[in-house]
């Protein structure tokens, strides 16, 4: 397992407590008040006091933010395996001269393109302009003291659809996946498929429920998802099976070569 996969099963993992906790506490709240013995300290009567009082706030909002997370937890995945995958095939080349030509095109693409927008930064991603110059000019000849701007690429990911992880992999010249990738009996038994079709179907469309949710909730869009727990707790188990799957069939392909 990868830092990538690990740092991803870490936040899903905390996710996954958050959508528990919201849940019991809106299924307690009704009864906290009631539940408190006789002889309780007078400030935490009056704190559940105030908590059983809090009627009006619903879990869809909170899980809507959870679900966020979630997005954000799947694309910053993304970021990481490219990063990871683009040193090893590095390392593997040894020198610069050993890197694929598409690949080594278009690491000077996207850094140019990442130094243009160095006066407008991204507010997620911090940008080092001395450092992206000084990786470009080691890139050239057999020098062995090379190094790759991983940023740059991984400055390319945005989004959590099939689209945008078609694109991440793209980069890796990693194509035509899917079929493999929902041929795994346990995403088949998630989804509910027997078939590889059917399971590739389903399992686009719920890549795509998340990002309408992401984009609706993030951007006050038109159609505001109400997430229930349920919905929300599928939703999770879903993306971190996808995600293991996804990383175990992107270390066999560059394994391969």
């Known amino acids: 397992m990868g830092k990538a996969l690990d740092e991803f099963n870490a936040r899903l993992a905390g996710i996954k407590s958050d959508i528990s906790f919201v849940a019991a506490a809106a299924r307690f709240r009704p009864y906290c008040y009631g539940s408190l013995d006789a002889n309780v300290d007078p400030e935490i009567r ?21 679900a966020i997370r979630l997005a954000a937890s799947l694309e910053r995945y993304q970021r990481s395996m490219l990063q990871e995958s683009l040193s090893e095939i590095a390392a593997k080349a040894g020198i610069f001269s050993k890197i694929p030509k598409k690949l080594a095109s278009r690491n ?6 990442l130094l ?4 407008s930064p991204r507010d997620h991603l911090k940008v080092d302009v001395s450092e992206l110059i000084k990786n470009l000019a080691s890139c ?24 945008s992880i078609e694109q991440c992999l793209a980069i890796l010249e990693i194509t035509d996946f899917w079929d493999s990738i929902f041929n795994d009996s346990k995403l088949q038994q998630l989804l509910e498929a027997r078939r590889t079709p ?58 391969r070569r």
């Open 140 to 163: 050239a000849g057999d020098t062995r003291a090379f190094a790759l701007n991983l940023q740059a690429f991984s400055a390319t990911v945005s989004g959590v659809s099939d689209e």
């Open 46 to 66: 009056t704190l559940a006091q105030n908590f059983a009082n809090i009627k009006d706030s619903t879990t869809e909002g909170i899980y809507g933010a959870l």
């Open 108 to 113: 000077v693409t996207l850094t140019g393109r």
């Open 198 to 255: 059917d399971a590739k179907k389903s399992g686009i469309q719920k890549m795509k429920d998340l990002s309408r949710w992401r984009n609706n909730w993030a951007h006050g869009g038109d159609d505001e998802a109400s997430l229930t727990e349920d919905e929300l707790v599928r939703m999770s188990i879903f993306i971190g099976r996808l995600v293991e799957v996804v990383d175990a069939m992107v270390k066999t392909r560059l394994r």
């Open 116 to 119: 243009a927008y160095s006066e």
